[in-house]
């Protein structure tokens, strides 16, 4: 049967759906539309009276912010065994009062055959120890957690780290006079700049469809590898058309890096545990700051020797360093979590129960995390599907428009301290305590967030954060002219509180299933890079030394994102509502029906609640 809307009963003005004995009486207004087909609910009609009565838990946990999702266990339990853990997977394990899993969507028979057919057509690589019936004690999990982090999550921070000082070291190239070495001015260092974001938001999209395909464990080595060398070869530059190349370059060879590494990292974490790690991700991008300043200050005392200026070292130095990770990434990310043993690593990082553990504990928190191969590409179909998932849009708009107000005073940062009177080598050192704070405020909100399990009400702090230090850049008589009370609004601007991991570890939840946070990883990552382009135009040449005009455009943008912010948690709410009117509104029956039957993914399916 063909797709086809459910119209509304003429005798109603309210949107509630009306329910009867049969399905094909069964009507919603047309104003509810939520993209679900007739034919997902039409077969319920015949069998209904005959089904058993089970269980009607959600396959997917809503996530609003009245869900007590603080005390998910995803399958583990506070008591210890009896005896000791069995090393065969298909058992469970017997403990003495263990706490029910009441959060392990598979207890549900009918769900769990459904996912296992699931994983089975799509040759999910961790099919063969997916588990329902698998038991482990709060202390295994926590031990885990524990090797996953050293092993997983500290060496992502590594490898941003090596994208961090490649991306990041023309600020501290510039306050070594650069610039007049190359006979650059201000506009063309916007202009360079900006085609670096472009290069690198045109790359994001095709980035993450080459990682889906040939998987982010061979993709993002390779990445590193080549931008690196396009990295050393900064050192040779001429002038403004080299400057120009590599800075393009440089922009399509990191492009979807971040969003790539996301995905690796989902593989092995629990969406309540993964913006906790991105925290940790980005608190590398300030511990990158601090260790090149401090490098910069050493490599920049290098100019005169062998003729070359400073910064030339500088690029060749941080450039090597970039070639040594990326070398060695090929052989520190495997594939899977049931895919780390290798003719270098022959025992791997797991034991057999430890990778059940892994896999089950994920899957437990999101089915749709094994509903792709990890080396399946995504169809032209599957891609367009997830590029018209409009729910996500409201991510994206925050996404454009939350970094804009930092970026050109964090951008000039290095050029406003030297016009400030402050030398090349304290210019850098004086860079460092913006790191430092930024580290522990990234650290605490992203914790508060999952204290709290809220997003939109947490992440709204940065521009809070941010929105007095820019009326004071714009309103301020003593800008430029007291140098260090200029400097501690740009420091305290600077040391906001990040609420980027938030944000992508949001996206990849509400994404709910693999082929759509692969390509939403990505459109969220292209709309950060969207504004910081605009960002690179708000201070101009003719504006400077005060920035009145762009600092104007700053306070305006940061006024909208609180706004953008409070209207994003507004929306999920209200869709959130209507989703639950539409579901309460079908019987047990047709739930379970629905549920075995539709064709939707993702976000679109009616048993899916949206976080915010």
């Known amino acids: 049967m063909s797709p086809a809307r459910y119209t509304a009963d003429s005798g109603r003005n309210s949107v509630d759906p009306v329910i009867s004995n049969s399905l094909s009486n069964y009507t919603v207004e047309e104003g509810d539309s939520l993209g679900f087909e007739l034919s997902d609910l039409h077969a319920v009609e015949s069998s209904r009276p005959t089904l058993p009565r089970l269980s009607t838990k959600m396959s997917y946990q809503p996530l609003a912010s009245d869900d007590p999702d603080e005390q998910k266990t995803y399958g583990s339990f506070d ?47 961790c ?10 004690s709060a202390k295994e999990e926590k031990e885990l957690v524990r090797k996953l982090d050293w092993k997983v999550c500290l060496w992502a921070c590594v490898m941003f780290f090596g994208l961090q000082v490649d991306r990041g070291n023309l600020s501290q190239a510039v306050s070594d006079n650069m610039l007049d070495d190359l006979g ?51 050192c040779s530059l001429t002038g403004r058309g ?24 989902s593989y092995f974490y629990t969406s309540r545990e993964l913006p906790i790690r991105l925290s940790y991700f980005w608190t590398t991008l300030s511990v990158t700051g601090i260790i090149t300043s401090l490098l910069a200050f050493a490599l920049l005392h290098l100019r005169g020797v062998f003729g070359w200026e400073g910064w030339r070292w500088l690029f060749l130095v941080e450039g090597s360093i970039t070639l040594c990770v990326g070398v060695a990434s090929f052989f520190m990310m495997p594939a899977s979590a049931v895919q780390t043993k290798t003719w270098f690593r022959p025992k791997g990082w797991f034991t057999e129960r430890e990778e059940a553990i892994v896999v089950n504990r994920v899957l437990r928190d999101d089915p749709s995390k094994g509903d792709m191969h990890n080396r399946q590409a995504l169809t032209p179909k599957r891609l367009l599907e997830a590029l018209k998932d409009y ?36 210019t850098n050192l004086l860079t460092i305590p913006a790191d430092v704070i930024h580290i522990i405020n990234l650290i605490l909100l992203t914790r508060l967030s999952e204290w709290l399990n809220e997003r939109s009400l947490i992440a709204i702090v940065q521009p809070l954060w941010t929105l007095p230090c820019i009326f004071a850049l714009r309103f301020w008589g003593g800008v430029v002219e007291d140098r260090w009370g200029t400097y501690a609004i740009l420091i305290t601007l600077l040391s906001y509180p990040y609420c980027h991991a938030i944000l992508v570890g949001w996206c990849s939840k509400n994404s709910n299933n693999v082929g759509t946070r692969t390509v939403s990883a990505a459109l969220y990552n292209m709309s950060v890079q969207a504004g910081n382009v605009y960002a690179s135009y708000i201070y101009r040449d003719d504006d400077k030394p005060l920035y009145r005009r762009g600092n104007t455009t700053l306070l305006v943008i940061n006024l909208v994102s609180i706004l953008v912010f409070l209207l994003t948690k507004l929306y999920y709410v209200w869709r959130n509502k209507q989703k639950e009117r539409l579901w309460n509104a079908l019987t047990e029956e047709q739930q379970i029906e629905y549920r075995k039957t539709t064709k939707l993914q993702g976000s679109r399916r009616l048993d899916f609640r949206f976080a915010h």
């Open 391 to 426: 729910d996500l849009w409201p991510l994206y708009a925050i996404g454009f428009c939350a970094y804009v107000p930092q970026s050109p005073p964090k951008t000039y940062l290095t050029l406003t301290l030297r016009s400030l009177g402050f030398s090349t080598f304290n």
């Open 127 to 136: 099919r063969h120890v997916f588990n329902p019936k698998l038991e482990w």
């Open 184 to 234: 650059l001015n201000t506009n063309d260092y916007n202009y360079g700049h900006s085609i670096f974001l472009v290069s690198f938001l045109l790359a994001e999209l095709p980035s993450q469809l080459v990682s889906k395909a040939v998987g982010p464990d061979r993709w993002i080595p390779m990445q590193m590898v080549l931008w690196s060398f396009v990295a050393i070869s900064q």
């Open 79 to 125: 008591t210890s065994p009896t005896q000791s853990p069995t090393p065969l997977l298909g058992e469970s394990l017997l403990v003495e009062d263990s706490v029910p899993d009441i959060e392990n969507p598979f207890l549900d028979t009918e769900t769990a055959e459904y996912w296992r057919h699931v994983y089975d057509n799509c040759q999910y690589e």
């Open 242 to 265: 080299s400057f120009l190349l590599t800075r393009s370059l440089l922009g399509f060879l990191e492009g979807g890096f971040i969003p790539d590494l996301v995905l690796w990292l």
